[in-house]
């Protein structure tokens, strides 16, 4: 969260971090596991703090996980009627979008890496977003590698940290692909992913907003 708000004060776009964020959840590990009335639950719950923290809708949200973007981004249906007209007076956006289209217009990057490996994780593509990351590690490499392979992990939230062989498994083409290419680091966008994919590849994956904070010091 720090690293976002670092960025964010190099661009001077302010944004804050709600000092009751702590337990918010999308509901994602819920609805992936067919807990339907736990996920009504969290989501409603998520949308009504949101709510709050947006000054009813004046502020976007911006998060910075994208399996969570996705699963407030599929929230309709699961919401109440008042949240529902709430959600839809909202601007919900994931941290790609916001880092492509308003952070880095206005950053200096001041150095470049000499090559990089992305690993879009199922929500980013799902979303269209695979580009503007793309996009984003480019400006701050010169190499930048999307595998061929690469596709779900299979972390799955919590999977991962039960059934290792499954993420083994998922990750067996990409992390051969990404091991012959021997990039200097590797990125994505969702802590558990990164988990993944870090225990296939034996190389640490982290969050793309290191990437750019590193390239804008």
Not at 167 to 195: G, N, W
Request: charged share 20%; net charge positive; proline share 6%.
């Amino acid at each position: 969260m720090q690293v976002m708000v670092e960025l964010s004060h190099r661009a001077r776009v302010p944004i804050y971090i709600p000092s009751n964020v702590a337990g918010t959840c999308c509901g994602t590990p819920f609805s992936s596991k067919g807990l339907t009335d736990a996920h009504k639950i969290t989501i409603n719950s998520a949308i009504e703090r949101c709510w709050e923290w947006s000054e009813q809708g004046r502020l976007p949200i911006v998060i910075d996980t994208s399996p969570c973007t996705y699963g407030f981004r599929t929230a309709p249906g699961y919401l109440t009627e008042e949240n529902q007209r709430r959600y839809d007076k909202m601007m919900l956006l994931d941290s790609i979008e916001f880092v492509h289209d308003t952070l880095l217009p206005k950053l200096h990057i001041n150095s470049r890496s000499e090559s990089v490996a992305l690993h879009p994780v199922c929500s980013v593509t799902k979303l269209g977003l695979t580009p503007k990351l793309e996009a984003i590690a480019k400006a701050c490499s010169g190499n930048v590698l999307v595998p061929l392979h690469a596709g779900c992990c299979a972390f799955a939230g919590d999977r991962g940290f039960l059934l290792p062989e499954l993420t083994a498994s998922a990750t067996r083409l990409e992390a051969a692909e990404v091991k012959a290419k021997k990039p200097d680091a590797c990125y994505s966008s969702s802590r558990t992913c990164e988990i993944g994919m870090t225990r296939a590849i034996g190389q640490i994956y982290r969050s793309y907003l290191y990437l750019l904070e590193k390239a804008t010091r």
